[in-house]
């Protein structure tokens, strides 16, 4: 019985907060990453207060991210950041909850010129999660010595969200679904100004204009492909496309007049 009861004894019940804190570093550092979750969140719970407390609740966050369980992570850099809004170091803890999300990224990223791959079965909800946590440390955090890391990332962000919507309307267009192209073309051009993939959003438009026989607004989008990008590749490629019967007939009764 008495081999029993020692057993159960709980060998951290002496243990300081720094002792926790050292064990949890200690396990980090050798990978045990188990480990450090559970004296990072035995010394919270029983030294609630206080800078090792403190340090526990956004190391932990890390240590929940190197066990391969971002949710978790992400959970405790967002309660981080309720708790103590005005600690030195919760831009910090913006800046990992975006890199978190950031990293989700790649699997989205992957498959996003994945031709048989479904555009609409690709959920960006990573994407603008990271792009919302860089822009919120950026805005408040200015100074921040993860702000010029986190605008980089930004401008990335803002073009793959943009490549996502591209990508959606072709998947439309193929599908003849030319109504649905438009308006994720309508998108980027709203949302996406500055990106790159304007300019293939302007061509998707007109070309699911044109298959809807809509000429008018398919010339609108023309002149303003024209008026934006000059020497574009779909210039060249639209102006070489040979024309219809129907527009030879009305050009030789033009001539014969």
């Known amino acids: ?29 050798a990978g045990q990453y188990d480990s450090a ?33 971002p949710e978790l992570a992400i959970a405790a850099a967002e309660r981080f950041i309720r708790l103590h809004p005005a600690h030195p170091h919760v831009a910090y803890a913006y800046y990992f909850k975006g890199i978190i999300y950031f990293n989700e990224k790649k699997s989205f990223i992957s498959t996003l010129f994945d031709a048989s791959t479904d555009a609409t079965h690709r959920n960006p909800k990573a994407i603008r999660s990271a792009f919302n946590s860089f822009q919120e440390l950026v805005e408040r955090f200015p100074e921040s010595r993860y702000a010029a890391d986190a605008k980089k990332r930004l401008a990335f962000l803002f073009d793959a969200q943009a490549r996502y919507e591209i990508n959606v309307a072709k998947f ?22 500055r990106s790159p993939a304007i300019e293939d959003a302007l061509w998707l438009q007109l070309m699911s204009y044109q298959k809807m026989g809509m000429s008018a607004l398919e010339n609108d989008t023309l002149r303003v492909l024209q008026a934006n990008f000059p020497k574009s590749k779909y210039l060249i490629k639209h102006l070489s496309t040979p024309v219809s019967d129907e527009e030879n007939e009305e050009n030789g009764d033009k001539q014969a007049s």
């Open 172 to 193: 439309y267009y193929k599908k003849e679904a030319y109504v649905a192209a438009v308006n994720r073309t309508k998108t980027v051009l709203k949302k996406y100004q």
């Open 37 to 69: 979750i559970k004296n990072y969140e035995t010394l919270e719970a029983r030294f609630p207060y206080g800078r090792y407390a403190e340090q526990a609740q956004l190391e932990v966050a890390y240590a929940y991210f190197k066990n391969e369980e």
């Open 1 to 29: 019985m008495s081999g029993c009861a020692s057993l159960d004894e709980d060998e951290t019940k002496d243990w300081t907060p720094q002792r926790f804190y050292v064990e949890a570093k200690e396990a980090m550092e």
